[in-house]
């Protein structure tokens, strides 16, 4: 009864320490709907945003990270849209890194006012990688004729089956710089003042926490719990924010009716989203 009252009463009022809303973004990067496995993309994440800065009575955000990168495209896209709610709804924004927050994972963690890292967590990596197989001898082994009819001379450009061109390999790495450069700015601006003026720090390289801290990618080594506490005090409650779920059980973001000819197109797609993200997170060593 005294806990139904206690509802009652405005949380101003209320004598039970801050509530700080947790946002977990752990996964690779990728667009779709990851119907086999946790995926970062702006569809899947938008609505536990949303949830989390829409407490009026919070101070601030946190943010729990943990992914190893993947779409440049989806990365700044979360990126964009923490920055666009911490300004509208006047929250800061505390993000903290777990593992590893690598490649587009930094690009995420940069949204953050302060980023917080433990001593052996992965930070860095703030490059542009793209990859593929080229199998031009398979098909003739096999005795399958290539028949690709197009209208435009470039619209085969990097095909896996037919051999390397320099030309389109220099079209590649002239995207790659592009995008690389975006990225670089975002550092610069994001981390103004603190970055140390040290050019490996945009080579593509990674770094632990502890490192991350001297080269001013990071703010400060701990943990979420007990930086939180320390900031707002002893009875300061974390409260793990998540999607919410439909009648059945599963997360309503990202999810639509499945058939069975769907179903398997599915499976396929998830093996191939298995080996993707199984590539990304080996680069750093997990």
């Known amino acids: 009864m005294a806990g139904f009252l206690r509802k009652l009463v405005p949380k101003r009022f209320r004598k039970e320490g801050v509530i700080i809303p947790v946002v977990r973004l752990q996964g690779a990067i990728m667009s779709g709907g990851g119907q086999f496995r946790p995926i970062l993309n702006l569809a899947n994440v938008a609505p536990v945003l949303e949830k989390a800065f829409s407490d009026k009575e919070a101070p601030a955000v946190a943010i729990a990270v943990n992914s190893p990168g993947g779409s440049p495209v989806q990365s700044r896209l979360i990126f964009t849209r923490i920055r666009e ?74 095909d896996p089956f037919q051999p390397e061109k320099e030309k389109d390999i220099e079209y590649l790495k002239t995207l790659q710089l592009e995008i690389h450069e975006v990225f670089i700015t975002m550092v610069r601006e994001r981390r103004a003042g603190r970055l140390k003026d040290d050019e490996t720090v945009f080579s593509g390289l990674f770094w632990s926490g502890t490192r991350g801290l001297e080269l001013g990618l990071v703010d400060s080594l701990g943990d979420m719990r007990q930086e939180l506490k320390r900031r707002y005090g002893p009875k300061t409650r974390l409260q793990l924010v998540t999607a919410a779920r439909s009648l059945f059980g599963r997360r309503i973001p990202g999810v639509s009716p499945v058939s069975i000819d769907g179903l398997a197109s599915g499976l396929a797609t998830g093996l191939v989203e298995a080996a993707e993200e199984k590539a990304l997170w080996s680069r750093y060593g997990l």
Do not use: C, H, W
């Open 85 to 158: 709610l911490a300004r509208e709804k006047q929250k800061k924004v505390l993000v903290f890194v777990e593992d590893v927050a690598a490649s587009g994972g930094y690009m995420i963690a940069l949204a953050g006012d302060e980023i917080i890292a433990d001593p052996t967590s992965i930070v860095g990596s703030i490059g542009v990688v793209s990859g593929g197989f080229g199998f031009p001898e398979l098909l003739k082994k096999i005795g399958v004729e290539r028949r690709v009819y197009t209208a435009g001379e470039n619209k085969v450009i990097l």
